[in-house]
């Protein structure tokens, strides 16, 4: 996989994501309260977020332009993010409904739109 290959991806998942929370935060805050509350949910999408979390890395470990970082950091964060819902469920439930009352998740989406608007120019307009 490539590194273009990967920031259109991820970019473009980011900006769709972000911007349906933005739009309707009520539903997604419902299923993801859904998915934490359900211990199946919980860790088949650790399993999942774990499995992607090494393709990515074993595919782009790569550490030398900003957007190539941007990617890998992306990757470890996904792996990690597998790890803390497989290993440590209550903890990710507490943080998530502490996220939910001061706004967390807005703020997120706002950063991962940015993120992904970054992507999205850098490997769609500037690396042509």
């Known amino acids: 996989m490539t590194s273009i290959f990967l920031g259109k991806i991820i970019g473009l998942y980011f900006i769709v994501t972000s911007i349906a929370y933005l739009v309707n935060p ?51 964060g996904i792996l990690i993010f597998g790890l803390l819902i497989i290993f440590f469920k209550d903890t990710m439930e507490k943080i998530s409904k502490k996220l939910q009352k001061h706004h967390g998740y807005t703020w997120f989406s706002l950063i991962i739109l940015l993120v992904g608007l970054y992507l999205v120019y850098w490997t769609f307009f500037y690396l042509r």
Request: aromatic share 10%; glycine share 6%.
């Open 26 to 76: 009520r539903h997604c805050k419902k299923v993801l309260h859904d998915i934490i509350a359900s211990n199946g949910l919980s860790a088949l999408c650790g399993s999942i977020a774990l499995i992607l979390g090494f393709i990515l890395i074993l595919n782009h470990n790569i550490w030398n332009d900003f957007y190539q970082i941007v990617i890998t950091l992306i990757s470890w």
